[in-house]
Each structure stands twice: as structure tokens, then as C-alpha cells.
Nanobody, 115 residues
């Protein structure tokens, strides 16, 4: 099993920034993809950004140029830097890990972008 512990989130004004972190533990050798999804009010959960096999990254079109995913392999941690936040970024953000034993999800953290 893989455990994912998220931190970050909260209330921010439009144009502001937030940074998430997600620390993985457990059978991390089984992971080949790790990243972030979000689920807005009344919407389905969808990909925000992720590291796919190797060092490739994948971003949703809506966040390209504003969000950056990074990682610290020594800490088994993935980060999401979110800049120029918009009200439509309001959602619950979930860390996700996928692999031979997964998928696995974090508990989720709420981001509210509002003035």
C-alpha cells in the first residue's frame, strides 16, 4: 500500500499563489505516476498535473503556464506550485499515485480562490 499525506491549501485572493506538497510512504517502489487532481463543485475529478513514467510531466490545459509540478525524490515528495490563481481554480485538490498496486489517493485539501 501507498500512503499519501498532503499539506497546503486554503483561501487565497485571485492572482495569488499557493503551494502543495504530497509525501508518499509505503510501497513507493510500485509507483510510476504521481501528481494532482482536482474536483470543483458539481464537477468530476480531473487531472491537474502529474509526473508520468520517467521525468515527463503532463498538465491540464487550464493550468499550463500557471502551475508547476516538481519533486524531491530523496523525500518521496511531490509539490504543486500554483500561481495566478483564478476563481475557477476553486476545488478540492487530491494527491494521486498510480502503479502496480494503485491507484492511491490523498484525503484532499480545499482551495478557495475568492476576493
Amino acid at each position: 500500500q501507498v500512503q499519501l499525506v498532503e499539506s497546503g491549501g486554503g483561501l487565497v485572493q485571485p492572482g495569488g499563489s499557493l503551494r502543495f506538497s504530497c509525501a508518499a510512504s509505503g510501497t513507493i517502489f510500485s509507483i510510476n505516476t504521481m501528481g494532482w487532481y482536482h474536483q470543483g463543485p458539481g464537477k468530476e475529478r480531473e487531472l491537474v498535473a502529474a509526473f508520468t513514467s520517467g521525468i515527463s510531466t503532463n498538465y491540464a490545459d487550464s493550468v499550463k503556464g500557471r502551475f508547476t509540478i516538481s519533486r524531491d525524490n530523496a523525500k518521496n515528495t511531490v509539490y504543486l506550485q500554483m500561481n495566478s490563481l483564478k476563481p475557477e481554480d476553486t476545488a478540492v485538490y487530491y494527491c494521486n499515485a498510480q502503479g502496480s498496486l494503485g491507484p492511491f489517493w490523498g484525503k484532499g485539501t480545499l482551495v478557495t480562490v475568492s476576493s
